[in-house]
């Protein structure tokens, strides 16, 4: 692979190359969510708004299934990371191979449960009736590409780890190419519905993970992959778990949270809800800032704390916290100007724009302080401190959340109350995750020097 896609962690000044290495993260998360408002604006405008719902109503479960495997390849990042910082080459394959194994044998199995699960499941989320056989196709259509999700999620995490983050990005914008262009041609030439937005989308996996998977099998030796050296390492497997399961809980009990917090908004009528949903969009702008420097930040520090560069970890994390953290409120309050001409791509409806606006002014206002336990709970990673950072984060964002929905909005039944629960999260989740980090900080004698 050309030696200039990586970039040396362990060496130089860090903040240009952490800059480097967290823009196409950003960029990647950004093009992935136009990508995906493309999917519902073509099958909203070209099939029926049934169609357009049934594709909606799936969002949550897909998310419930593929955030936990995808903190799961957390894990490999780190671990690969600390062995590229330790120069052990040796453990460093069979890392490689018993994540890329682990990938296929976790996707197939999905792509076969969800076939089974899928109506008792939707059915279970309460699916109006007329959209149900919809949704139903798209959800069995979409499993069928859980290997090649997993395959592309966990070979992009091993690039990651050893400094690559441009050749993920590359497949990424590829593959959303694709799934835009098929979705047009399915949805509107050939008239599929929900079925040609699924098989679209799923044809995207599966280029986009061969793309990985070629760049994967033209590395250097000691990280290169092979079907044929594909294992299933047991040390390697409980070390990927450990760190890679905290992080993949964290991602699907907030996936439930929002499931909650998104019911109770459907009980203020469809014009709160429509502004809300028109609003999140922006949400999820301001938010890729963040993941990008949070994945770096575990990067970064996996590879330095490997290689017992304890001093360059302090700096790692002070750097992420500051720049990512400022880029997103800069682009947080570049949403809140310009508002009013951003609603308009998505409504031009006088009864859901106020709700929209609301929502914008109170959640973008303060979104950035996400960035507080977000980009500190990932570097907690890079030290192989999962576990508490997880349960920290759980505590704070998703049972705070349940607990001001099911308490403090039963005497409190308004639309600015709801919406206050995100800002009280995020400050007490920061303080919880930051508590933790001094105290680690202090156990393995952190400094700046």
């Given at each position: 692979m050309d030696k200039t896609s990586k970039?040396?962690?362990?060496?130089?000044?860090?903040?240009?190359?952490?800059?480097?290495?967290?823009?196409?993260?950003?960029?990647?998360?950004?093009?992935?969510?136009?990508?995906?408002?493309?999917?519902?604006?073509?099958?909203?405008?070209?099939?029926?708004?049934?169609?357009?719902?049934?594709?909606?109503?799936?969002?949550?479960?897909?998310?419930?299934?593929?955030?936990?495997?995808?903190?799961?390849?957390?894990?490999?990042?780190?671990?690969?990371?600390?062995?590229?910082?330790?120069?052990?080459?040796?453990?460093?394959?069979?890392?490689?191979?018993?994540?890329?194994?682990?990938?296929?044998?976790?996707?197939?199995?999905?792509?076969?449960?969800?076939?089974?699960?899928?109506?008792?499941?939707?059915?279970?989320?309460?699916?109006?009736?007329?959209?149900?056989n919809l949704a139903i196709i798209y959800l069995r259509i979409y499993a069928l590409g859980m290997p090649f999700i997993l395959l592309y999620n966990f070979g992009a995490a091993i690039l990651r780890s050893i400094g690559d983050s441009k050749h993920p990005f590359y497949a990424l914008i590829f593959g959303g190419i694709i799934n835009a262009g098929l979705n047009l041609i399915f949805v509107i030439v050939f008239r599929m519905s929900v079925a040609g937005v699924a098989i679209a989308t799923a044809i995207s996996n599966v280029?986009?993970?061969?793309?990985?998977?070629?760049?994967?099998?033209?590395?250097?030796?000691?990280?290169?992959?092979?079907?044929?050296?594909?294992?299933?390492?047991?040390?390697?497997?409980?070390?990927?778990?450990?760190?890679?399961?905290?992080?993949?809980?964290?991602?699907?009990?907030?996936?439930?949270?929002?499931?909650?917090?998104?019911?109770?908004?459907?009980?203020?009528?469809?014009?709160?809800?429509?502004?809300?949903?028109?609003?999140?969009?922006?949400?999820?702008?301001?938010?890729?800032?963040?993941?990008?420097?949070?994945?770096?930040?575990?990067?970064?520090?996996?590879q330095n704390y490997g290689a017992g560069q304890l001093n360059r970890c302090y700096k790692i994390l002070r750097l992420a916290l500051a720049t990512g953290i400022g880029l997103a409120f800069v682009t947080d309050m570049i949403i809140v100007l310009f508002r009013n001409p951003l609603l308009?791509?998505?409504?031009?409806?006088?009864?859901?724009?106020?709700?929209?606006?609301?929502?914008?002014?109170?959640?973008?206002?303060?979104?950035?302080?996400?960035?507080?336990?977000?980009?500190?709970?990932?570097?907690?990673?890079?030290?192989?401190?999962?576990?508490v950072p997880a349960f920290l984060v759980i505590s704070g964002t998703c049972v705070l959340r349940l607990i001001w929905v099911y308490v403090v909005n039963h005497f409190y039944h308004t639309y600015t109350m709801l919406l206050l629960v995100y800002p009280i999260s995020w400050i007490l989740t920061g303080m919880l995750v930051f508590g933790y980090y001094f105290i680690v900080k202090k156990q393995l004698n952190l400094s700046e020097k």
């Open positions: 970039i040396d962690i362990l060496h130089g000044p860090i903040l240009k190359k952490m800059i480097i290495f967290a823009l196409p993260l950003a960029l990647g998360s950004v093009f992935q969510q136009l990508f995906n408002m493309v999917d519902s604006a073509v099958v909203g405008q070209f099939a029926s708004s049934e169609a357009l719902a049934a594709v909606g109503a799936n969002a949550s479960v897909v998310n419930f299934f593929v955030n936990f495997f995808v903190g799961i390849s957390l894990g490999s990042s780190v671990l690969i990371a600390n062995y590229i910082g330790s120069g052990n080459e040796k453990n460093l394959s069979k890392c490689v191979h018993t994540s890329m194994a682990l990938a296929i044998i976790c996707g197939v199995f999905l792509a076969v449960f969800v076939q089974f699960v899928a109506q008792p499941l939707l059915i279970l989320m309460g699916t109006p009736d007329d959209i149900m280029i986009s993970a061969i793309i990985v998977i070629y760049y994967l099998m033209h590395e250097n030796e000691a990280i290169r992959f092979s079907f044929k050296a594909l294992t299933i390492s047991k040390y390697e497997l409980i070390r990927i778990l450990k760190i890679g399961i905290p992080a993949g809980l964290q991602g699907t009990i907030a996936s439930i949270s929002n499931i909650v917090i998104q019911s109770c908004l459907n009980s203020f009528g469809s014009s709160v809800v429509a502004g809300s949903s028109a609003a999140v969009n922006f949400e999820y702008v301001g938010y890729c800032m963040i993941t990008g420097f949070a994945q770096s930040a575990t990067t970064f520090i996996g308009l791509l998505f409504t031009t409806d006088m009864k859901v724009i106020p709700y929209a606006t609301q929502r914008i002014l109170q959640i973008m206002s303060v979104h950035w302080l996400i960035g507080t336990y977000d980009i500190t709970s990932s570097a907690l990673r890079g030290y192989g401190k999962s576990f």
